[in-house]
């Protein structure tokens, strides 16, 4: 049974590029989180979908941050222009239902290097 | 609001012997959840084990099990027999259990190393 995937793994860019990172949560769950995981702030929810609709967006932090699901199997997080404070590993997680003990199950996160 | 607090940055074990984690939250909610989540070197975040505020009986999943204080809000996590393949940041998390969802709430994290 595949979990959620991310890509890329790592992305290293410059400064005021676009950057991209990709999700596939697992088939039939309904809920999709976007975190963002750094050493002085830990980890913090950035966005989250239910059956492909934003839900909340109070934690993007700014414009420069977007988000999308275009359809039940991929999301994409997208940051333009980048830059290095938001250097820090983006992770994408997933669960099933509106019921709190469902778990979230994550992936394995994009380490994102802006230089 | 809700905060999750875990006191010790890093804590180290000896392979085999008994280790506790220690994790306390604040709250006015009455119902709701809490979970340890482990992330390993790999940084995936996997579940460990969670709890159900209106439960009584302690979680335990094999190795790992929980010291639940609904008075003191705390959380502790007892990893017993410990492995090598336990050396990993560990996060406390509450959820409130209401309508819809709710957001997890994270602590700071553990990190424990298990040493041979």
């Known amino acids: 049974d595949a979990g959620v995937i991310q890509s890329p793994r790592h992305e290293v860019t410059e400064m005021g590029q676009e950057v991209t990172l990709r999700c596939k949560p697992i088939?039939?769950?309904?809920?999709l989180f976007w975190y963002r995981q750094t050493m002085m702030r830990g980890l913090e929810l950035l966005i989250y979908?239910?059956?492909?609709?934003?839900?909340?967006d109070s934690g993007m932090p700014e414009d420069r941050f977007s988000a999308k699901m275009p359809n039940a199997s991929f999301s994409t997080l997208k940051i333009q222009p980048s830059e290095p404070r938001d250097s820090a590993v983006y992770f994408c997680?997933?669960?099933?239902?509106?019921?709190?003990?469902?778990?979230?199950?994550f992936g394995d996160g994009t380490r994102l290097s802006i230089l | 609001a809700q905060t999750v607090t875990q006191s010790q940055p890093e804590m180290s074990v000896q392979e085999a012997e008994t280790v506790t984690l220690s994790c306390t939250y604040d709250?006015?909610?009455?119902?709701?959840?809490l979970f340890w989540y482990k992330q390993p070197p790999s940084r995936q975040m996997i579940l460990v084990i969670r709890?159900?505020?209106?439960?009584?009986q302690n979680a335990t999943e094999n190795r790992f099990s929980v010291n639940f204080q609904k008075a003191a809000k705390s959380f502790s996590l007892k990893i017993s027999d410990s492995q090598l393949g336990d050396t990993a940041m560990y996060f406390c998390?509450?959820?409130?259990?209401?309508?819809?969802?709710?957001?997890?709430?994270f602590g700071a994290g553990t990190r424990l190393a298990v040493h041979p």
């Open positions: 088939s039939g769950h309904d809920y």
């Open positions: 997680a997933s669960s099933y239902g509106v019921t709190s003990n469902q778990p979230q199950h």
């Open positions: 709890q159900e505020a209106y439960k009584q």
């Open positions: 998390a509450f959820m409130k259990q209401s309508g819809g969802y709710n957001k997890l709430i």
């Open positions: 979908f239910n059956n492909n609709v934003p839900i909340d």
């Open positions: 709250t006015s909610e009455n119902n709701y959840y």
